[in-house]
């Protein structure tokens, strides 16, 4: 079993940037994949990012290429979602999740996948 807890989240505008955490705590942080998710109103749960347990592997969305970099800290167990030029259409509640092993490939990004999950920061990017 592993808790996760996010914070970081806020309201900012266009263009800005905000970076979210994610801490751990009970089983050993370096055996698990990490992501991040996010879910906006009327909407379902969609996939952000992922990260090994290494970092050697660090798919993306679509949507978020070139604006999201995950990251990971296994010192203090914890990871990252720095988000730049963020949009109104990023907002959205954020959610941590975590996955024994490793997760790489298409089904890293199935909600199904991740039996770990954090509470969620908000995230609200204005126009």
């Known amino acids: 079993q592993v808790q996760l807890e996010e914070s970081g989240g806020g309201l900012v505008q266009a263009g800005g940037s905000l970076r979210l955490s994610c801490a751990a705590s009970g089983r050993t942080f370096t055996s698990y994949s990490m992501g991040w998710f996010r879910q906006a109103p009327g909407k379902e749960r969609e996939f952000v990012a992922a990260i090994t347990w290494r970092g050697d592997n660090t798919p993306y969305a679509d949507s978020v290429k070139g604006r999201f970099t995950i990251s990971r800290d296994n010192a203090v167990n914890t990871a990252y979602l720095q988000m730049n030029n963020l949009k109104p259409e990023d907002t959205a509640v954020y959610y941590c999740?975590?996955?024994?092993?490793?997760?790489?490939?298409?089904?890293?990004?199935?909600?199904?996948?991740?039996?770990?999950w954090g509470q969620g920061t908000q995230v609200t990017v204005s126009s």
């Open positions: 999740a975590a996955v024994p092993g490793r997760c790489s490939g298409y089904g890293c990004s199935l909600v199904d996948r991740w039996p770990y």
